[in-house]
């Protein structure tokens, strides 16, 4: 089904002239590369040497030549370098935790076929495939942001998968360890480490996966905060995610509650997102509004640089009140956190 939309897209822009039209020339250049779409979705790619009104000839990477018929192909794309315009370019999982990145030129019931930079096309079993992960790419692909559930504190709206997992580190002295039980639902956990201090923080989060699929992700949960004998209580959220792995917008509201007052009357509204620049830096915003009798509102920016597994957050926090009071002394408050990404 994505290679018949995709299909359709190239020939609508083909057709309003956002594509050059491989159609009509007979003498191509020696290094215009294409990918041809053929009628059952398959593909071939290749070198165009000649092509008329009736068929296409290619030169394989093999250094096989090819005639096709036209009357089976259903689009000819240039390939610009080693982008393939218009495809969708992913990382695809396997279940024994093997990758290969490249694009997506087919996808059957039972299999998806992939065309890697270096030209050679794979056709993967989906019972062997644990997870597809669409990628925005340049010539050479951007890295997967391991860190994507989150911003700087708050959560997206995207899910950890099962299996997956992280240990994070926020301040230096609260850390955290969270499970992907499921698909859909991940556990957190964690104390605080306050040199001194006669009693810890305890808290812990539970989260659902509503939608985990697409440019609009959401999710709910409840976050619970205790110190023993003295509180308890904490936040039930929902947060939604607009757009894909390396830039998008998050918003999120919650409801805060304890044991002794109940649940408030008034939301706490999240506002964030991310920008990629690199591919190992993004940046992020995370900005928080408390709506009570009047409003307060926490800012934020920083960034966050990268690895396969490993991602640290640097920011800056301000208030109105810190502001206001710049000429006394530093008008934010350093933010930095650590995360280790495992089950990936």
Avoid: C
């Avoid at 610009?80 to 490249?102: A, M, Q, R, Y």
């Avoid at 099962?162 to 991940?186: K, W």
């Avoid at 956990?189 to 539970?206: C, D, K, R, V």
């Avoid at 009071?325 to 930095?336: M, Q, Y």
Wanted: charged content about 20%; glycine content about 12%.
């Amino acid at each position: 089904m994505r290679t018949k939309f995709i299909v359709i897209l190239l020939l609508m822009f083909q057709a309003t002239g956002g594509m050059t039209s491989l159609y009509g020339q007979n003498t191509p250049g020696d290094s215009t590369r294409v990918l041809i779409v053929l009628t059952d979705q398959n593909t071939i790619e290749g070198v165009l040497e000649k092509q008329d009104e009736n068929v296409v000839k290619l030169r394989l990477p093999s250094g096989e030549h090819r005639i096709i018929a036209r009357d089976v192909i259903t689009s000819i794309i240039e390939i610009n370098n080693t982008s393939k315009t218009g495809l969708p370019f992913v990382e695809i999982v396997f279940v024994d935790g093997s990758t290969v990145k490249g694009w997506i030129t087919a996808e059957q019931p039972d299999t998806v076929t992939i065309s890697m930079s270096s030209g050679a096309t794979m056709s993967a079993p989906r019972k062997m495939i644990r997870e597809i992960r669409e990628i925005q790419v340049d010539k050479y692909g951007y890295r997967f942001d391991p860190n994507r559930t989150r911003l700087f504190f708050t959560t997206t709206g995207r899910s950890l998968r099962a299996g997956e997992g992280y240990f994070s580190v926020i301040q230096i002295y609260f850390p955290m360890v969270t499970y992907g039980l499921t698909d859909r639902v991940s556990l957190s956990g964690g104390f605080t480490l306050m040199p001194g201090a006669e009693s810890q923080l305890l808290y812990g989060n539970l989260k659902f996966g509503i939608l985990t699929e697409g440019v609009f992700q959401a999710a709910t949960g409840v976050l619970y905060i205790s110190i023993p004998g003295e509180f308890g209580g904490g936040i039930l959220y929902g947060a939604g995610t607009v757009g894909n792995n390396n830039d998008a917008v998050t918003v999120g509201f919650g409801w805060g509650f304890d044991a002794e007052n109940g649940w408030s009357s008034t939301p706490i509204i999240v506002a964030g997102g991310e920008i990629r620049v690199s591919n190992s830096v993004k940046i992020i915003t995370e900005n928080w509004i408390f709506v009570y009798e009047d409003v307060s509102t926490f800012v934020s920016l920083g960034i966050r640089l990268f690895g396969k597994d490993i991602a640290g957050d640097l920011g800056l926090i301000t208030t109105a009140e810190l502001m206001r009071h710049a000429n006394e002394g530093l008008p934010f408050i350093p933010w930095l956190g650590f995360t280790y990404n495992f089950g990936r």
